[in-house]
């Protein structure tokens, strides 16, 4: 696949990460996280924009390490060990209050409790899958693109000293 193909899915599932993530926290708590929301995003795809132009590897490393939060945060502790385990019929075993219980008071309803909570928990999980996604494509761009800054420029050819056979004693 090529880079820039990698660097698109990437980029892409960072924010669809993001953006669910986003949906997700401003559903269960409120208004208040919109903006937050829409920096991270933001901060994101202007890491990938200002790597893409430059190509300085600070950047790349800014952006990875921005994924691997998300990654980390939203998609793993929250999205897969909150509502991925709660799915699965297995005990909640994340430390995020208020995360054991049964129906999570949220912010925001529809048009019933039930499809509320599906809502709620489906987002998490759309979260968690999305995580993946990223965490596995920006490690592959990141990995395709670190050789290519890392690698040495080879120094220039000297030429050899040749000597004249037909001289000597």
């Keep these: 696949m090529p880079t820039t193909r990698l660097a698109l899915i990437?980029?892409?599932a960072l924010t669809a990460t993001l953006v669910a993530t986003g949906i997700h926290h401003i559903f269960?708590?409120?208004?208040?996280?919109?903006?937050?929301?829409?920096?991270?995003?933001?901060?994101?795809?202007a890491l990938w924009a200002l790597y893409s132009k430059t190509r300085r590897f600070a950047l790349l490393i800014a952006y990875g390490v921005l994924t691997a939060l998300v990654?980390?945060?939203?998609?793993?502790l929250d999205g897969f060990l909150d509502h991925v385990i709660k799915a699965a019929g297995l005990d909640n075993i994340?430390?995020?209050p208020g995360s054991e219980a049964e129906v999570i008071a949220t912010a925001m309803?529809?048009?019933?409790q039930q499809a509320s909570t599906a809502f709620y928990e489906g987002t998490g999980i759309l979260s968690a899958i999305?995580?993946?996604?990223?965490?596995?494509?920006?490690?592959?761009?990141?990995?395709?693109?670190?050789p290519r800054r890392a690698a040495p420029t080879p120094a220039p050819a000297t030429p050899t000293r040749r000597t004249n056979d037909s001289l000597a004693p």
Excluded at 71 to 76: E, I, K, L, R, T
Excluded at 109 to 112: D, G, I, R
Excluded at 130 to 146: C, N, P, Q
């Design 10 to 12: 990437s980029v892409t």
């Design 28 to 45: 269960r708590l409120g208004a208040g996280l919109i903006v937050p929301s829409l920096i991270a995003i933001a901060l994101g795809i």
């Design 130 to 146: 999305l995580a993946l996604l990223a965490a596995v494509s920006t490690g592959a761009f990141i990995y395709r693109e670190a």
């Design 94 to 96: 994340t430390f995020l």
């Design 71 to 76: 990654v980390f945060w939203f998609g793993f």
């Design 109 to 112: 309803q529809l048009w019933s």
